[in-house]
């Protein structure tokens, strides 16, 4: 009933930056949390940024002040702008969003294909 697709990924220097995309499209009456996980590998999936509507967004500690979490409600799009990115933030990124289905108002949680970020020199 809904995709998430990503954009935004690839390869990119220590120190350098990169902007993560996600458009949900489909039966969507709203999105009520949305953001990115991250998972390196040999390692579980984690939390790098969400945002509930109406609050404001809320970063995992390593990366605050470095990502920028962003949204355009009209489009159903939301961004993660990452910054001063370190060889530790290289992982495959996952969107993800709990929307309510405008067709029978049920919900659930949906993700992204997954972006592979890889900071290296």
């Known amino acids: 009933q809904v995709q998430l697709v990503e954009s935004g990924g690839g390869l990119v220097q220590p120190g350098g930056s990169l902007t993560l995309s996600c458009t949900a499209s489909?039966?969507?009456?709203?999105?009520?949390?949305m953001g990115w996980y991250r998972q390196a590998p040999g390692k579980q999936r984690e939390l790098v940024a969400t945002?509930?509507?109406?609050?404001?967004?809320v970063y995992k500690a390593t990366v605050a002040g470095r990502f920028t979490l962003s949204r355009d409600i009209a489009k159903n799009t939301w961004n993660l702008k990452m910054t001063s990115l370190k060889p530790e933030d290289s992982a495959v990124y996952y969107c993800?969003?709990?929307?309510?289905?405008?067709?029978?108002?049920?919900?659930?949680?949906?993700w992204g294909q997954g972006t592979q970020v890889t900071v290296s020199s």
């Open positions: 993800y969003a709990d929307i309510t289905h405008q067709t029978d108002w049920t919900g659930r949680d949906y």
């Open positions: 489909g039966s969507i009456f709203s999105i009520n949390t």
């Open positions: 945002e509930s509507s109406g609050r404001s967004p």
